[in-house]
Structure formats: C-alpha cells, structure tokens
Nanobody, 122 residues
Framework: QVHLVETGGGLVQPGGSLRLSCAAS????????MGWFRQAPEKERELVAE????????RYSGSLGGRFTISRDNRRNTVYLQMNSLKPDDTAVYYC???????????????WGQGTQVTVSS
C-alpha cells in the first residue's frame, strides 16, 4: 500500500512556474515508477510525465513542448514536477500515481493521490 499526497498547486500567472511535490508513505518508494497526470474540467485525465524506479528514464506528453520536468528523490520518497512557462491550458487538477514493477513505461498505475489544483490565469 502506498499513500500519495500532492502539494504545490495554486494560482499562477501565464508564463510563471510552479513545482509540484508528491510525498509517498512507506519504505518501498524506490520500487515504484511514478507518474504525473492531469485532468482539466470536462476533459479526460491525461498523462503528463512519468519516471522509472531509479529516475534514470523519463517520458513526457508530446504536447508539453519541453516545459515540464519530472524528477524523484528516493531518499525523501518524493517525486516532483517542475512546470515552467505555464499557459492557461495547463489549468487542471494534477495527480501523482505509483506503478509497481520494473516495466517502464508501466502498463497501469495502481495508487493515486487526491490531486492538487493548478490554475493559470492573469
């Protein structure tokens, strides 16, 4: 069982930056691939970025244009999402998720956080 808690969301102006954090409970954090997803109003949830067990491999949605960076700190049981050059279209609830196993990218995610709201508006 993994409990995930996202923090760092908020209101930011277009062009600004935010860093989301996702803290995981338990002592097996390094056994999970981690992902960030987002869901905008009236849209389906979509993958933003994911990272493998060690942090050595990452994958991003093609629509981000290199603006976001996922990273993890296995000593702190935390995964991060650095978001730069934010646009109004980035407004969404952002969720982190964990997937057990070594397959990367993972076929599915098992554990989900409650989400943190990101609003990009002037």
């Amino acid at each position: 069982q993994v409990h995930l808690v996202e923090t760092g969301g908020g209101l930011v102006q277009p062009g600004g930056s935010l860093r989301l954090s996702c803290a995981a409970s338990g002592r097996s954090f390094s056994r999970y691939a981690m992902g960030w997803f987002r869901q905008a109003p009236e849209k389906e949830r979509e993958l933003v970025a994911e990272i493998n067990l060690s942090g050595g491999s990452t994958r991003y949605s093609g629509s981000l244009g290199g603006r976001f960076t996922i990273s993890r700190d296995n000593r702190r049981n935390t995964v991060y999402l650095q978001m730069n050059s934010l646009k109004p279209d980035d407004t969404a609830v952002y969720y982190c998720a964990a997937a057990a196993g070594v397959t990367f990218p993972p076929p599915s995610y098992v554990y989900w956080g409650q989400g943190t709201q990101v609003t990009v508006s002037s």
